[in-house]
């Protein structure tokens, strides 16, 4: 029975190139290398990783746009020698 998979390096399959991001249906068969290599991952683990990762603010909270800290700009240093 043929699987959907998420392409994460381009790849040439049946005559058709796939490019990174894409879905691709396949069998487990052909499948079973491109997913040893990492050329493709498993739709349903694609899933259960983005859920998984969510953000955490400094309190251990899910952080929301609002909650985002810019970072202060990066002054240059000043060389040794110069005035």
């Known amino acids: 029975m043929a699987k959907t ?17 894409s879905g691709i249906e396949m ?4 499948a079973t290398p491109l997913l040893a290599s990492g050329a493709i991952i498993d ?3 694609a899933v259960a990783d983005t859920n998984e990762t969510e953000t955490k603010n ?12 810019p970072k202060a700009p990066v002054k240059p240093k000043a060389k040794k020698g110069s005035k």
């Open 27 to 30: 069998e487990e068969n052909h």
């Open 58 to 69: 400094d309190d251990g909270e899910n952080a929301g746009e609002g909650d985002v800290k």
């Open 5 to 21: 998979y998420l392409v994460r390096t381009p790849i040439l399959h049946g005559g058709k190139r796939y490019e990174i991001g």
């Open 43 to 45: 739709t349903q683990r």
